[in-house]
C-alpha cells in the first residue's frame, strides 16, 4: 500500500467519486498553464531591506558552505514563509 499524502488522498477520491471530464484540447491547455506559470513566477520586484551586519555575514558564511548566494537563501526562505512551509519563531 502506498504511503501518500492527505492531499493526494484528496484528489484520488475526487477523480474516482466526481463526474470529472477529460479536457477536450490538452495540448493548448497545458501551453497556457505553463505560460502562465512561467509569467507568474518571473515577475520579480527588488525591494531593499535593513539588517544587522552580522546576520548578513552568518548568512553568506551559510550561503558559501552551500554554494549558493545569500539573495537566493533569503528569497527561498521569505517563498516557503509566505506559502505556509515554515514558521517564525518569534
Do not use: F, W
Not at 463526474?19 to 525591494?47: F, G, H
Amino acid at each position: 500500500m502506498l504511503n501518500l499524502t492527505e492531499e493526494e488522498n484528496k484528489v484520488i477520491d475526487y477523480i474516482e467519486n466526481s463526474d470529472v471530464k477529460s479536457i477536450l484540447n490538452i495540448e493548448d491547455e497545458m501551453s497556457r498553464y505553463t505560460q502562465m506559470a512561467k509569467a507568474y513566477s518571473s515577475k520579480k520586484k527588488a525591494i531593499s531591506i535593513r539588517l544587522p551586519e552580522s546576520d548578513i555575514y552568518l548568512l553568506k558564511q551559510k550561503a558559501l558552505a552551500t554554494g549558493l548566494s545569500y539573495q537566493n537563501i533569503i528569497q527561498s526562505l521569505l517563498h516557503q514563509y509566505t506559502h505556509n512551509k515554515i514558521q517564525p519563531i518569534l
